[in-house]
């Protein structure tokens, strides 16, 4: 069974951003260009705390439309004093191409060594963050804390831009708050100083989560640079979602967080639709245990399983979540303390199945990842 949603042509306020091609049938996949990095689409998988590490990365990698994978946000200074959390976050290896590294700080020396030190691991591109509303990534002046004050962040945006070749992107929100929207002007001076793309979410660092996103928000930023990329992002949970911020804001790529962990299907339903007009339903209860497994083989692999077990039990949940498993014996596999425990609690999930008259090779029904609720000031 395949859904269709017509390709619409994206809005076009210059001449860069051409309509695509009248006939879906005839489509080739868009491509994005970081500076000299060439993306093979124009899906990324967006940063995101405690889930975009390396195995869902190549989870993500392996089922196609993956342009480019960012990491968890990294701490500059975590980084440079060699703590073992941060230099985790930053390991790649085959399968993770293209791949970015996300930095944080307030400090245009810190991260500009930081940048180098990525850099010399071989990393594609480095992207600045500059969208995160956690508070305690702003009380350090870092995250959505740059968006006020203009000056220092354009001067440290331009430090890390010039201490290394690779790529450089930021990553932002639309402003601290309604207020102060920033975003169209750190978009023109960032494309000034050498980024080479700009994604925003399309939301204040006082709205947190709540709300919608603002399309035209977003559509701002796109008008206010010359050349350069401009990713959307936020409420990307399905096709449609795509569809309607590439119409509406004449943005050149979408990224997708929450979304992608709901539905780590979704890059290839987007280059299904992108290049045919119709694209396939996401993997069943069956294709997602194949899935979880393989990410937490993975894990147990890398760190060893004293490690991977407590690590892996929020990525478990939305997975057994999403596969609608009942609750009781979600919280069964939340308890396993060893790889063997774990696995024989994922042997009665297959056994059981999902709840009610679903069944392990047909249609779920689609399952959204929650936001933080509340001020952000209590995250």
């Known amino acids: 069974m395949t859904a269709t949603i017509a390709p619409t042509p994206t809005r076009t306020p210059d001449a860069r951003r051409l309509p695509a091609t009248a006939n879906p049938g005839e489509r080739s996949p868009q491509t994005l260009h970081f ?23 190549r989870i993500a990698r392996s089922l196609g439309g993956v342009g480019l994978g960012t990491t968890d946000l990294v701490n500059a200074r975590g ?4 703590s073992v959390k941060s230099l985790e976050l930053i390991e790649t290896g085959p399968g993770d191409s293209p791949f970015a590294v996300q930095l944080f700080g307030n400090d245009a020396h810190l991260m500009s060594e930081a940048a180098k030190l990525v850099e010399g691991r071989g990393v594609d591109s480095i992207d600045i963050n500059m969208g995160c509303p956690v508070d305690r990534v702003c009380k350090t002046g870092a995250g959505s804390k740059l968006m006020q004050d203009t000056r220092r962040t354009t001067d440290l945006v331009t430090a890390v831009v010039q201490a290394v070749s690779v790529p450089v992107t930021v990553k932002m929100r639309l402003g601290w ?36 996103i603002s399309l035209p928000g977003i559509a701002a930023v796109c008008d206010a640079v010359r050349s350069i990329p401009v990713i959307g992002n936020g409420d990307v949970r399905t096709v449609a979602d795509a569809d309607r911020m590439l119409k509406e804001t004449g943005c050149d790529g979408v ?20 290049t045919t007009g119709r694209f396939d339903p ?9 899935l979880l497994k393989r990410q937490f083989g993975d894990l147990c692999d890398r760190h060893g399983e004293e490690r991977a077990v407590p690590r892996f039990r929020k990525m478990a949940h939305w997975y057994l979540k999403a596969m609608k498993v009942r609750a009781e014996l979600r919280g069964v596999v939340q308890q396993a303390k060893t790889r063997a425990e774990f696995e024989a609690a994922l042997q009665r999930v297959w056994d059981e199945g999902p709840v009610g008259q679903l069944t392990r090779t047909g249609l779920l029904p689609d ?13």
């Not at 980084?79 to 060699?82: I, K, S, W």
């Open 35 to 57: 500076g000299s990095l060439e993306l093979p689409t124009r899906w990324l998988l967006s940063p995101l705390a405690g889930f975009t590490n390396l195995e869902f990365r």
């Open 79 to 82: 980084l440079l004093e060699g």
């Open 177 to 212: 708050d309604d207020s102060r929207l920033t975003a169209p002007t750190f978009a023109r001076r960032f494309e000034d100083c050498g980024v080479t793309a700009v994604m925003i979410h399309g939301r204040t660092r006082a709205q947190g989560f709540s709300g919608t």
């Open 255 to 274: 990224s997708v967080g929450r979304g992608a962990l709901a539905n780590p299907w979704i890059f290839r339903q987007l280059i299904q639709w992108e």
């Open 282 to 290: 996401p993997g069943s209860f069956a294709d997602r245990m194949d």
């Open 367 to 379: 399952m959204h990842v929650p936001v933080p609720k509340g001020p952000v000031e209590r995250w």
